[in-house]
C-alpha cells in the first residue's frame, strides 16, 4: 500500500515499520511546510499520523479507509525537526477499529496525539 501512496512518499514520509496493528513513520520539516509562525503546519503533522495510521490499520491485509481522525497539538515543530508518528491498534470490531498515534520529535518530545477510525471495505 505504502509504494503506491504518491502524496505520503512526495512529502518524505518514510516507513520505518508496519505489522500486527501497528506501524512507525517518519518525516522531516521541511521550509515548505512551515507556516506564517515559523512552526510546522498543522496539516502537514495531521498527514504524517494519518499515514501512520492507515499502515496500521491495512497491516491486517484487508483494503481499510479512515472513517474519521482526530488530532491534538500539543508542542509545534520546527523546520528541521524529525517528526516519527507511532500508530497503535485500540481495537477492532466487525469492520470497524480504533488506532492511537502519537508524533514525538525525534528527542522524544511529543507533537501531537491522533485517534483514527478505520473501516474495512466490503469485498476486501
Known amino acids: 500500500m ?3 501512496d504518491v502524496a505520503s512518499r512526495a512529502l518524505g514520509i518514510e516507513l520505518v515499520e508496519a505489522a500486527d496493528g501497528a506501524a512507525v513513520a517518519r518525516m522531516r520539516v521541511t521550509a515548505a511546510m ?3 509562525h515559523a512552526i510546522a503546519h498543522g496539516g502537514y503533522v495531521f498527514l504524517l499520523a ?3 495510521f492507515a499502515l496500521a490499520c491495512n497491516s ?3 483494503v481499510t479507509v479512515a472513517a474519521g481522525g482526530d488530532i491534538t497539538f500539543v508542542r509545534p515543530a520546527r523546520e528541521g525537526d524529525l517528526l516519527v508518528a507511532h500508530a497503535t491498534e485500540r481495537t477492532r470490531y466487525g469492520r470497524s477499529g480504533i488506532y492511537d498515534v502519537t508524533v514525538t ?3 522524544g518530545e511529543v507533537v501531537a496525539e491522533f485517534r483514527g ?5 466490503n469485498g476486501s
Open 60 to 62: 491486517h491485509g484487508p
Open 2 to 4: 505504502f509504494d503506491a
Open 34 to 36: 512551515v507556516n506564517g
Open 50 to 52: 494519518d499515514t501512520a
Open 105 to 107: 520529535r525525534d528527542d
Open 117 to 121: 477510525r478505520s473501516r474495512t471495505l
